[in-house]
């Protein structure tokens, strides 16, 4: 056990390394017409998925977000009709936490800690929520952990939202792909339905100087979208 732990509180660090690494990087921005163009397809696909699984009315669910960074999803949520009440955003970094704080509605609840022990009871959200933050937890039984709270706190017919990418990025060596496969078994016993979504964003953002209507058109295609949005449902 301590060595698990030793293990985890090493993993913890090089993440908080890696984002304070990152901070000093120019953020992606919807003035970017690939950005723009790739978030609003992610957007029709989140939608779409809450509308067939009869989450068209997001105003009574319960949704926590795991890795909510600077709540840009919190935010996103509630502009879908979720109420800010109802919403909680758990992050390991304190300074995204605190930046949420203040780019968030104050009803949002935000958390700084670690998700490998949520501090929720069993079945107390409808919705969990986790985007960009497994391929981003190098060490696996740190990835499994946070998988089972995520289950443990979704109510049984609740649903799981996740959006990662699956191919592993050559230029950055502090993060891995997360294909179908790994996902079944981070969570078994569910349900599954997948999406492959997002034009490889290098080539996205080029794409979509030259036209919107190629960019639309190539990822539609799907053989160079890199992104999967899974819809995971707990069973009992």
Not at 5 to 29: F, G, L, M, T, W
Not at 109 to 114: A, E, F, P, Q, T
Not at 128 to 142: E, R
Request: proline residues 5%; contains cysteine.
């Amino acid at each position: 056990m301590e060595v698990e732990n030793d293990i985890s509180k090493h993993e913890v660090s090089r993440i908080r390394r890696v984002y304070s690494e990152r901070a000093s990087q120019p953020r992606s921005s919807t003035a970017d017409k690939g950005n723009l163009l790739a978030l609003q397809e992610r957007e029709r696909g989140i939608l779409a998925a809450f509308a067939r699984h009869g989450y068209g009315s997001l105003e009574e669910r319960r949704i926590l977000e795991v890795g909510c960074g600077t709540g840009s999803w919190l935010r996103e949520l509630v502009r879908w009709g979720a109420l800010p009440e109802n919403i909680v955003g758990i992050d390991l970094l304190p300074d995204r936490i605190a930046e949420a704080k203040l780019l968030c509605p104050s009803g949002i609840r935000l958390i700084c800690g670690n998700a490998e022990k949520l501090q929720f009871s069993d079945g107390a959200f409808d919705v969990v929520l986790q985007s960009t933050v497994f391929t981003s937890i190098l060490n696996d039984g740190m990835k499994i952990q946070i998988a089972r709270e995520m289950l443990r706190v979704l109510r049984p017919g609740g649903m799981i939202m996740w959006y990662d990418f699956t191919v592993d990025n050559p230029w950055n060596p502090d993060v891995r792909g997360i294909p179908r496969r790994e996902i079944k078994q981070l969570f078994p016993a569910c349900r599954f339905e997948f999406e492959r979504l997002t034009l490889a964003p290098p080539l996205g953002r080029r794409i979509a100087r030259m036209s919107s209507f190629l960019h639309r058109t190539l990822s539609a295609i799907k053989l160079f979208d890199t992104h999967c949005l899974a819809i995971i449902q707990k069973t009992s």
